[in-house]
């Protein structure tokens, strides 16, 4: 079963064209994000574990590698990998994802989707490697506030905001459900894979699809939440959104599951970067 879907999906990369500087670019980005949801975890597991104060966000992985020896060096890595990610899913919209029905014209709309997503990923990097440290530590929270509020001031701002929440929602239950369901074998080469190597994806796909997954569902949970009030500080970014799994009756320890499964997401990325059919 697995050698005859592998083969399907090995048939139809020819259809993507791409050309070996955009696939280059695709593995840089998903190394990019894999370095990006290492460090948030990272930085999660310590607020779990000390109540820090740091922020478990883009934000904060960011200035933990500005920190860092070559840490300006390190940071336009990043943010050319994350373009280099962008630019793969650009091709991706414009010639068709390669794989059995990658024509379709959903899945090129949702390559689009990811393109924009990336490239304003890569921005804000970019940004911060200037010296723009507005996408710094603590942004997001506050940038998901001020977004929501934009958004209630306009005509029927509410129904936009709710709607929004409700995407935001249902894209973290799809990526978890996935991970679940481990769809993504299907983009890989899971046939030349080591057993080893397969147990490897396998454990971190799963369990840091779920954890990404979970993270966005809140997000969108609160952007409803900030909806139905007509309040935007009820609206969260990803590290208050985080810091509120301790205010479950599961406490700190779901924190910190969540905060492990986001490294291991870190890692699953690496593994995409290496294995992954693009």
């Known amino acids: 079963m697995t050698t005859a879907r592998t083969g399907t999906y090995m048939a139809g990369t020819g259809k993507g064209a791409r050309g070996e500087a955009v696939r280059a670019g695709a593995r840089a980005g998903f190394a990019a994000r894999g ?12 607020v779990g574990l000390t109540g820090s104060g740091e922020q478990a966000d883009r934000g904060g992985a960011l200035g933990q590698v500005a920190a860092a020896p070559f840490g300006a060096f390190l940071l336009w890595s990043l943010g050319v990998g994350l373009a280099g990610m962008a630019l793969w899913r650009l091709s991706e919209a414009a010639v068709g994802a390669a794989g059995p029905k990658g024509h379709k014209a959903h899945k ?3 390559s689009a989707g990811r393109a924009v997503f990336y490239a304003a990923s890569a921005f804000l990097v970019l940004s911060f490697a200037v010296g723009e440290r507005g996408s710094g530590a603590g942004s997001t929270d506050r940038q998901s506030r001020d977004v929501t509020a934009r958004l209630l001031e306009l005509p029927g701002g509410r129904w936009w905001a709710g709607a929004i929440a409700v995407g935001v929602l249902a894209a973290g239950l799809w990526i978890a459900g996935r991970a679940v369901l481990r769809k993504y074998r299907d983009h890989l080469a899971w046939g030349r894979l080591t057993a080893n190597q397969r147990r490897f994806m396998d454990v971190t796909g799963v369990a840091g699809g779920i954890g990404r997954g979970l993270v966005l569902a809140a997000l969108g949970v609160s952007g409803l939440k900030a909806a139905m009030a007509f309040d ?37 990325s690496f593994g995409q970067a290496k294995w992954r059919e693009v």
């Not at 949801?37 to 310590?46: H, K, W």
């Not at 970014?237 to 799994?245: A, H, K, L, N, V």
């Open 232 to 268: 935007p500080n009820e609206a969260k970014g990803m590290d208050d959104t985080i810091r509120s799994f301790a205010q479950t009756p599961a406490g700190p320890w779901l924190l910190l599951a969540v905060a492990v499964c986001l490294v291991l997401f870190g890692f699953f």
């Open 35 to 46: 370095v990006l949801y290492l460090l948030v975890g990272a930085l999660a597991v310590r």
């Open 108 to 110: 090129r709309a949702a």
